[in-house]
């Protein structure tokens, strides 16, 4: 993986970034009333281009001065009668929906420039972290004598390194995570563009309009609730237990790896019990304990040839939920199937052997189970459980 991205210099001085802003509106405008070029449809690209560019470079500042030079460059030049602030009252619709649709563009892109940079941040801390980490497990195993000393200490160690383990595992899927984002951008810039043509019509279609914005809103919405997801897996916090739809923890996670899946051509399926009780437990640990998971089993099948399928199903068993991740990869080590959950024990060539070892202590401090097994003829499934029944104190 590059250890640089051009599209992502530090930011400049905030002077400068208010001159990248104006220079970008600058150069839009001259571009689009350039009489050798011939581009009919060019002010708006451009300048929703130029919105994006300050807005990536400079942050929401400039990014909200370049929408206000790229309006009024819009309505003074482009809008009937042109060199003029008196636009006719047909042109209004014209110019709200372009005004609107360069802030949603600019606010997105400064969202996902400030995603791409919090990913970047966490995976360069990597490295030290776990080498803290270390360091503090072997000042606590030389330190016994103090055995309440040293089990406190030990917690708050384990609770962190089940956070830098989170953040390990997402900072390996930044790229998928940033497609996972771009997506949704990409449809609501696409969706803007589309309802600027349809008012620019001789006849404005408005409700033909009206459609493009409502799909570009929720777009933004999707590209909002994604980077919200990442946020909380990243986010530092003391566990907090409540009634959770352990289906809806699965669909969550789903969003979340298929851009990594798919990047390996592995086929995701799931097999879902309708109406499923509810089990209490922390929603942020059990999505690292699903992630984590998924992450093995699709790069346990992202070397193999034939079929290449991630099947995760739930189902209630007495007073439990049973929830088992399949794959068809190259299944488990001979012989050591329960080595696997040591810590510091792994298969991978880069790995740090703590996942599965993390992902068992969580349902342990839920009060289930996590164990793996063989699948025929290929393949490995690891199932876990949590209790559904909910204790009541009066």
């Not at 509106?25 to 350039?34: K, M, P």
């Not at 030079?69 to 809008?79: D, G, K, M, R, V």
């Not at 619709?93 to 940079?117: D, H, K, N």
């Not at 914005?213 to 909380?232: F, P, Q, Y």
Request: charged fraction near 20%; hydrophobic fraction near 40%.
């Amino acid at each position: 993986m590059p250890r640089s991205n051009p599209l992502l210099w530090p930011k400049p001085p905030l002077l400068w970034g208010y001159g990248i802003a104006a220079l970008s509106v600058t150069g839009a405008l001259i571009i689009s009333r350039s009489q050798a070029l011939h581009l009919e449809s060019a002010p708006v690209s451009l300048f929703l281009c130029a919105v994006m560019l300050s807005s990536w470079f400079g942050g929401a500042g400039p990014g909200l001065l370049a929408t206000t030079l790229s309006s009024f460059a819009f309505y003074y030049y482009f809008l009937h009668p042109i060199y003029s602030f008196a636009a006719k009252p047909e042109e209004i619709p014209r110019f709200l929906a372009f005004t609107v649709s360069a802030l949603f563009v600019g606010s997105l892109s400064a969202a996902q420039r400030s995603a791409t940079e919090s990913l970047r941040r966490a995976r360069d801390d990597l490295k030290g972290t776990v080498q803290e980490l270390q360091k503090t497990n072997s000042a606590l195993d030389a330190e016994s004598h103090e055995r309440k000393h040293a089990e406190d200490a030990m917690r708050e160690a384990q609770a962190e390194l089940t956070r830098v383990s989170r953040v390990t595992t997402m900072g390996e899927l930044t790229a998928s995570l940033a497609h996972e984002v771009n997506q949704p951008i990409a449809a609501a810039v696409t969706d803007a563009s589309t309802c600027l043509r349809w008012l620019a019509r001789e006849h404005p279609d408005v409700e033909e309009a009206r459609e493009a914005a409502s799909r570009a809103v929720k777009d933004a919405t999707r590209a909002a609730e994604i980077i919200s997801r990442v946020r909380l897996l990243f986010k530092k916090s003391a566990p907090q237990r409540e009634l959770l739809d352990v289906n809806d923890v699965v669909r969550e996670m789903i969003m979340l790896v298929r851009s990594e899946a798919a990047r390996y051509n592995v086929s995701v399926q799931t097999h879902l019990e309708i109406d499923l009780c509810r089990v209490m437990g922390d929603r942020v640990q059990l999505q690292q304990v699903l992630m984590n998971l998924m992450i093995n089993g699709i790069e346990a099948m992202k070397n193999i040839d034939g079929t290449r399928e991630l099947m995760i199903k739930s189902r209630a068993e007495k007073e439990q939920v049973l929830v088992s991740v399949s794959d068809t990869g190259v299944g488990l080590p001979p012989q050591q199937a329960e080595q696997i959950f040591n810590a510091f024990f792994t298969t991978k060539l880069h790995g740090t052997g703590m996942g599965l070892r993390i992902s068992r202590s969580i349902l342990e401090s839920h009060g289930g189970r996590l164990w793996a097994e063989n699948n025929s003829p290929r393949g490995a499934t690891f199932c876990f459980t949590l209790s559904s029944k909910v204790e009541t104190h009066e």
